[in-house]
């Protein structure tokens, strides 16, 4: 049974054999999507935990680009039913290559990557955008206008992150209320989209708050908590016995 | 943005953000809509009178423009090549150039109601242009600073918060700008309704253009002294460069004038391995951070490098990419200046001509030490003094007289 979680995790962290362990983890407790995070020396949308965490993958594991690629291939090719996004900042991008870039995610089967300092619709954008094959998740928040959000759907965006509310990750958990508003263009415009909303959340409560208004919610920094106090495993259980209880 | 018919100032003046191949907007998205109503602010105000007006006046009552070109006579006849000449930035108020930008800015904010100020800081001369500048202009402010340079530069939080701003050191990183730069946008993403008042031709669009365009007053009018002062233009320009906006600032009035030669120069640190400098043209490679492309220094595999340099203000990754691109076209040439080099000229600046220059600027007259004995008497060199030495107290004495920092650290902890 799928459940409609995207756990998130940062590869690399506290070492790339444990980070693939934990993606194990939460594909056998069957969570609908894995976000995995290339670690980037300045995640400079991150919050305090995933910062440390890609400090960690960085600078003491000395992840390379090429490491998380490799890790990513042995998981499609293990588990190829399972949806995976990845996600890195640009700059590790830019300087691999982002055709080469594209082209290594095509090949994987991954259909979608998250850029959260790119504007989905800037020049570099247009490299790691083909609709159909691999897909840019714009990241919003709930200062996106109407029109903005009609200009995205036009471009053939068919999965959007919505922001909680106007947090960094890892922040205390609000869902603003206009996210609502936000959920229904989507749909109403492009019945098939799917819609995320991630930040801060760390409990079943907000997980069905969020449920109400998405698709799926996105659980980062808490994951990252619960594994460094050692309680990954039970907590994560809870979660989604808690969440599937109820949905 | 170079077309045949026009010119690097019209390119710049008139650009959307892309200088050659460098610039953009890459930000996450939750940050467009600010910065889109900021370009678009900017994008009438450079050419609304009453805006210009007000900009002007407040940098003649409230600065203290237009600031002195400074002949240094017995430094040039001393090194025996090229006349020397030194615009004073120094002596704007707050002690740097950086006032001329925060001053612009600001009137920007209040036309477009903005009540809060967020901005970054790494010697702190920015910090504390832009906390002069929210208490005239009534704004709230709040001003990161990485914590080192916090420690270093502590002169300038004192000065900070006695004008009313919160200053907030950031513990992340390498606690230096970089880290201060990225606490402010994380502020802007949780408040976007904030206004951020980046220092430096740095950053998104409008910022590297929106800077610029603030500081080249001090081009305008080293160009005027000169001609008033010498009769003609000089031959070598010169300013140093941290993300570039004194740089900027400096050149961009002479950007069209072929005969004049400009020069950034860079901070060298203590050595040319990574981490020990912060030489984005000569050592770095392109980039996309911070929401601009242009040269960083990196590790080969995307993530930023660390960086040094005895001065705060220089101890940045990247470069403005307008600075970037006119060092593409071979319009700007840069140079480096270690450390020891920027000390010895404080040094001996104070001491042939009475002035003590801030230790960023001092990259720039060291390299033009260097430089003018190598030219001839009827040649001219301008160096950009972008700021005064009294913040850099507590490294230079540490430098130049240890015991007498020493017993000073005693007193004050008699009380
Ligand atoms: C006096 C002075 N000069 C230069 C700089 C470097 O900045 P920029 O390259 O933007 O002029 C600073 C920055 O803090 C400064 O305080």
Redesign the pocket.
């Known amino acids: 049974m799928q459940i409609p979680i995207m756990a998130h995790l940062v590869l690399g962290y506290p070492t790339l054999p444990e980070s693939i362990r934990t993606a194990e983890l939460y594909i056998a407790a069957g969570c609908a999507i894995l976000e995995l995070q290339i670690p980037f020396s300045h995640p400079t949308a991150d919050g305090p935990v995933i910062t440390r965490a890609c400090q960690v993958a960085v600078e003491e594991q000395g992840i390379t680009v090429a490491n998380c690629l490799e890790a990513i291939a042995g998981l499609t090719s293990r588990f190829p039913q399972q949806e995976i996004i990845v996600m890195s900042y640009l700059n590790r991008i830019y300087t691999y290559g982002a055709d080469r870039f594209r082209e290594k995610m095509e090949r994987m089967g991954i259909r979608h990557l998250i850029v959260p300092d790119l504007p989905v619709d800037s020049p570099v954008a247009k490299a790691l955008h083909q609709p159909g094959q691999l897909q840019l998740l714009p990241v919003l928040a709930a200062n996106v206008s109407d029109a903005r959000l009609q200009q995205l759907l036009a471009a053939g965006h068919d999965f959007f992150y919505l922001m909680s509310d106007f947090k960094i990750t890892g922040s205390t958990f609000s869902l603003n209320p206009r996210l609502k508003h936000i959920a229904q263009t989507i749909k109403a415009t492009q019945a098939n989209a799917r819609v995320g909303i991630g930040f801060g959340i760390s409990t079943a409560e907000q997980i069905h708050q969020v449920l109400e208004v998405a698709d799926c919610a996105i659980i980062g920094s808490a994951l990252i908590r619960a594994q460094e106090e050692n309680r990954l495993n039970r907590y994560f259980n809870e979660l989604l016995l808690e969440t599937t209880k109820s949905t | 943005m170079i077309s045949t018919t026009s010119t690097y100032r019209q390119d710049i003046l008139s650009s959307t953000g892309h200088f050659g191949p460098y610039g953009g907007t890459y930000v996450p998205e939750v940050l467009l809509p600010g910065l889109q109503d900021i370009a678009a602010a900017y994008d009438h105000l450079k050419t609304d009178p009453d805006f210009l007006d007000e900009f002007h006046t407040a940098l003649r009552e409230f600065d203290g423009r237009p600031t002195p070109l400074t002949p240094l006579p017995r430094l040039s006849a001393e090194i025996g090549g090229a006349q020397i000449f030194l615009k004073n930035e120094g002596l704007n108020h707050t002690g740097?150039?950086?006032i001329n930008h925060c001053i612009g800015q600001a009137i920007l904010a209040k036309r477009l109601g903005k009540t809060r100020i967020i901005a970054e800081?790494?010697?702190g001369?920015?910090g504390y242009a832009t906390a002069a500048v929210c208490a005239r202009f009534g704004l709230d402010c709040t001003v990161y600073m990485g914590r080192i340079d916090y420690e270093r530069q502590r002169p300038n939080v004192y000065w900070m918060e006695l004008l009313g701003a919160k200053v907030v050191p950031v513990e992340d990183g390498s606690q230096t700008l970089n880290d201060a730069v990225i606490a402010a946008f994380k502020d802007w993403v949780e408040h976007p309704e904030s206004y951020y008042l980046l220092?430096?031709?740095v950053g998104p669009h409008p910022y590297p253009a929106m800077n610029t365009f603030f500081q080249k007053i001090v081009g305008e009018e080293t160009r005027q002294q000169c001609l008033d002062q010498i009769g003609r233009t000089p031959d070598y320009v010169m300013a140093?460069?941290?993300?570039?906006?004194?740089?900027m600032g400096m050149f961009f009035e002479f950007l069209d004038d072929e005969q004049v030669q400009l020069i950034g120069v860079e901070a060298g640190g203590r050595g040319t391995q990574p981490g020990e400098h912060a030489a984005k043209v000569r050592q770095g490679v392109k980039g996309i951070f911070e929401g601009y492309h242009s040269y960083f220094l990196q590790d080969g595999d995307g993530n930023i490098a660390s960086t040094h340099s005895v001065s705060?203000?220089?101890d940045y990754c990247g470069i403005s990419p307008i600075l970037a691109h006119l060092a593409d076209e071979g319009r700007v040439q840069f140079a480096t200046a270690s450390d020891e080099t920027a000390l010895a000229a404080v040094q001996r600046l104070a001491l042939a001509e009475g002035i003590i220059p801030?230790l960023?600027?001092a990259h720039a007259f060291a390299h033009a030490f260097e430089l003018a004995a190598n030219l001839t008497p009827d040649q001219v060199i301008v160096v950009n003094a972008?700021?005064r030495g009294e913040k850099d107290l507590f490294i230079t004495m540490r430098h130049f007289q240890p015991e007498s920092l020493r017993k000073v650290g005693e007193l004050l902890l008699k009380g």
Do not use: D, I, P, R
């Not at chain 2, 140093?240 to 740089?247: F, I, R």
């Open positions: 740097a150039h950086k800081t790494g010697a001369q920015h220092g430096s031709a140093c460069v941290g993300g570039g906006s004194n740089a705060a203000g220089l801030a960023e600027s972008s700021g």
